[in-house]
């Protein structure tokens, strides 16, 4: 597994997330504009296996920095992928939310508990693995260590 980090200043970053509970995402909507032609006629298969996926930022250098890790390699879908750190909702998980914190410490080492902050974004639906994904995002004040998987 890769991780890799894109920055964006932090207290622009910090003004802008303050205000998104004032205001409405456009989520589906966005998500069919941006679309690929072929997507926009897949209805959603039967029960879509679900997961969950965790965008965490955090500040470094005044720079605010989000994470991306690249999947391991195997024969199945979203092999080698770059992604936001997550996965399949298992059954000792409570709910969606607590699937994005338990992978994100699995797969970086950094231990996420009871975070106010963690805001859900619009689910997504994969057509190619049948996965319907639910984003949170979430931010802390501080540059963490990170421990990751090692694949």
Excluded: W
Aim: glycine content about 4%; proline content about 7%; some cysteine.
């Amino acid at each position: 597994m890769s991780v890799f980090i894109f920055f964006m200043n932090y207290k622009n970053f910090n003004k802008f997330f303050s205000k998104t509970g004032d205001s409405n995402l456009p989520g589906k909507k966005a998500q069919f504009m941006l679309s690929p032609v072929s997507r926009k006629i897949i209805i959603i298969k039967n029960n879509p296996k679900k997961a969950s996926v965790l965008i965490f930022c955090y500040p470094k250098n005044d720079k605010m920095h989000v994470v991306l890790i690249k999947r391991s390699d195997y024969i199945s879908f979203h092999s080698g992928e770059i992604s936001y750190p997550g996965g399949k909702l298992d059954n000792q998980d409570k709910n969606l939310r607590h699937t994005a914190l338990r992978e994100f410490y699995e797969e970086l080492g950094v231990k996420l508990i009871s975070k106010k902050n963690l805001t859900k974004f619009t689910p997504l639906y994969i057509p190619p693995s049948n996965f319907i994904v639910f984003p949170f995002l979430t931010y802390v004040n501080f540059t963490p260590r990170f421990y990751p998987e090692l694949n």
